[in-house]
């Protein structure tokens, strides 16, 4: 069970396009769900929360224009990346907590690893 | 501030056994956690722990002790496929996990 989705895997765009990623939880219900970035060898950098029904929250220094987050539903937040330039590639991770198992507070999609061109 | 301090990489040997461990500073302490992360791929659970002691689970091993702000990670009879970085995370006070950079650990055959 806590089995976590994202989709796609990977992809490539071209510079200016927009660029969706899915998170979906397939077996429970996800009322907050994370998203990371993580460039190559470093650790995971927190880019936004959001919550189920309202506006996500994002870490400083995230443009929130960019990055649009939407959590329409219990088991899906979207991430689009907005006029993606080269420095936006990287690898991105949603997590997801399921808050009637709160001891394990985020299980983890597989990730996107988008390359911008 | 927050901070999590973690090793930034270790060597060990195959069959040998390594500890990795994590000090942190909070505001507020709900749980601490350990995550494996194989380079590429998205970081998958291995132990959770909000009291203090050890926490056991097959080769892995979880400590935790609250009033030092310490935990460290055993991995007993490693293997080649142990090789990865090994993340450490703290809920702090408002549910928010707060990460370590990471620790790469590299197995020598």
């Known amino acids: ?117 | 501030g927050q901070n999590i301090d973690q090793p930034t990489e270790m060597t060990a040997t195959e069959g040998a056994i390594v500890q990795i461990n994590c000090t942190y500073q909070t505001s507020g302490f709900n749980g601490l956690f350990w995550y494996q992360q194989h380079a590429g791929e998205a970081p998958t659970f291995l132990s959770y722990n909000v009291l203090d002691g050890l926490e056991e689970k097959g080769r892995f091993s979880s400590f935790l002790s609250r009033s030092k702000g310490y935990s460290y990670l055993l991995l007993k009879e490693l293997q080649m496929k142990d090789s990865a970085s090994y993340l450490c995370a703290v809920k702090d006070s408002n549910y928010q996990l707060i990460w370590g950079a990471g620790t790469k650990l590299i197995i020598k055959p």
């Open chain 1, 1 to 117: 069970g806590a089995v976590v989705s994202q989709h796609p895997s990977w992809v490539i765009c071209k510079s200016g396009t927009s660029v969706k990623i899915e998170c979906r939880s397939l077996d429970f219900q996800a009322t907050t769900m994370f998203w990371y970035r993580q460039f190559p060898k470093q650790s995971l950098m927190l880019m936004a929360t959001s919550n189920e029904g309202s506006k996500a929250t994002y870490e400083q220094g995230v443009e929130k224009d960019k990055f649009l987050i939407n959590h329409a539903s219990l088991t899906l937040s979207t991430l689009t990346v907005t006029s993606a330039h080269p420095e936006d590639s990287s690898f991105y991770i949603c997590s997801a907590r399921d808050a009637e198992r709160e001891a394990r507070a985020a299980f983890f999609g597989p990730g996107t690893r988008l390359t911008v061109l």
